[in-house]
């Protein structure tokens, strides 16, 4: 691609908005009928429901001028796959093609009790959509079909720039097929420009593009003291329960500040914005009184330095809890890593950590379930230039450019994939939008706002491809 960008016409833009906002109670009624789909991947729940989310977006789609519009899978060991919908429409020669990425599958609803509304029915209150799905990931889906519209309906039927759409239905669940998906449908995705539609905004009414995500480790920490278990009053005082040391071994992850204590692990303290305590204890809901952990800026110890949880603890429950030693008890670790940290080297510094710090001589060991690249965009690049200017005429303010503490590891793998393609990770969400817990719920205005920044993303690489073909 040119490294020239030469914005579309004032005409352009404003066409283009108008169509968005017009499109608002359209937009809303589809995203709710999406909503309404309890499409969770997950084993425990009905795979019924995913592919009827799968039709309802395909459907959608089908709508618009494309070349193909697929439900498409990859088989996992004996299992069919999640179904994955795949649209796309060939470029004019010199024109650039744009892959448009998204999951319509979603995260369990969890407890009823905890939510104001029910989940799978989306309710429109105080300037906001609530639901499951309803902002992770299902708004994504529909920012990418409002801004086809908008922008198909601007220029044609016939547009020459390529597009294709690649909603996936197994995010949730770590994407066990990507890698797979890639290879059985590399031409189908082949792009120049990708957009992730799956991050968030720097907060409510102002947008950002995210330039860097850090990695992740996931694995499990099993620590055994006796080959069975015991009885506490007979054998306690000289053998110390498995809990109690893996609580000792736990103390060991952090130092006195909080920061992570596990050698060979990468950490930065290089942002280019903050964040600022009294809005991150706002954000994050940290009660009254609980310090913060770590060192630096508190922007840096979100994106550019490590962070190590404690997710899952398999332990007896107090109900009914006995009186006698436990044997074992296993543990989940979440470790993210800094962009540019390596997750195999991660993992086993972990590894060596958890080993070199079992206490008492109990038997320890720390196995890797999960490990996934970081990520960092090239800000210079034409496409993210273009994006900046998108938001901007969007919003009617400048983007933030930040990074984002989470992970997508399947971001490195298109990057493998395609070596040459642009990758742009853009914001649906907000600090309020509570993904993946109760109360989940999408701004609509700033909804609207991504629509008609991805459509003026298009409309802009269609001026450059129509600059390139002349």
Excluded at 25 to 30: R, S
Excluded at 198 to 204: G, I, K, L, P, T
């Amino acid at each position: 691609m040119s490294t020239e960008f030469t914005p579309p016409s004032q005409d352009t833009i404003d066409a283009l908005r108008e169509t968005v906002n017009g499109s608002r109670d359209k937009l809303l009624g589809e995203l709710s009928e999406l909503v309404a789909i309890p499409s969770v991947a997950w084993d425990s729940f009905d795979p019924a429901d995913l592919e009827r989310s799968a039709e309802a977006v395909k459907g959608l789609l089908s709508e618009l001028p494309f070349d193909s519009v697929e439900i498409l899978r990859v088989a996992q060991g004996d299992q069919p796959g999640h179904p994955a919908v795949v649209a796309r429409k060939a470029p004019a020669p010199g024109y650039p093609t744009i892959l448009l990425y998204a999951h319509h599958d979603v995260q369990p609803p969890g407890k009823r009790e905890l939510w104001n509304t029910e989940p799978f029915e989306a309710v429109e209150k105080d300037g906001r959509l609530w639901g499951r799905g309803a902002a992770d990931d299902k708004a994504g889906v529909m920012a990418h079909i409002g801004a086809l519209r908008a922008f198909f309906e601007h220029t044609g039927e016939e547009p020459s720039l390529g597009v294709a759409v690649f909603i996936e239905g197994e995010e949730e669940v770590g994407s066990p097929g990507f890698e797979d998906f890639l290879r059985e449908y590399r031409e189908q995705l082949a792009a120049d420009v990708i957009v992730i539609a799956d991050s968030a905004n720097w907060e409510v009414g102002v947008p950002a593009l995210t330039t860097s995500l850090r990695g992740v480790v996931g694995g499990i920490v099993e620590l055994s003291v006796l080959d069975h278990s015991v009885h506490s009053g007979i054998y306690g005082g000289p053998v110390l329960d498995a809990p109690t040391l893996l609580a000792r071994l736990i103390a060991t992850l952090h130092d006195d500040d909080g920061a992570v204590a596990v050698a060979g692990l990468l950490s930065e303290d290089d942002v280019e914005v903050d964040y600022e305590e009294d809005r991150f204890r706002a954000d994050a809901g940290v009660l009254d009184g609980v310090q913060l952990a770590g060192t630096g800026s508190i922007a840096s110890r979100l994106w550019t330095k490590p962070a190590l949880s404690v997710t899952g603890i398999d332990v007896t429950d107090v109900a009914t809890a006995s009186n006698s030693i436990a044997a074992t008890v296993r543990a989940k670790l979440s470790l993210r890593i800094a962009p540019g940290q390596n997750p195999k080297d991660a993992g086993e510094a972990l590894r060596r950590h958890i080993e070199d710090h079992a206490p008492f001589g109990a038997d320890v060991s720390f196995s890797v379930e999960e490990a996934g690249p970081s990520f960092r965009a090239d800000t210079q690049a034409v496409s993210s230039q273009i994006a900046l200017w998108a938001f901007e005429q969007a919003w009617g303010r400048p983007a933030v450019k930040s990074g984002m503490g989470g992970s997508i590891p399947f971001t490195a793998t298109l990057t493998k994939a395609y070596p040459d393609a642009q990758i742009l990770i853009t914001g649906i969400e907000d600090p309020d939008t509570r993904a993946h817990s109760a109360n989940e719920s999408l701004h609509i205005g700033d909804f609207l706002h991504a629509v008609t920044a991805e459509a003026l993303v298009l409309a802009a690489l269609a001026e450059q491809g129509r600059a390139n073909a002349e």
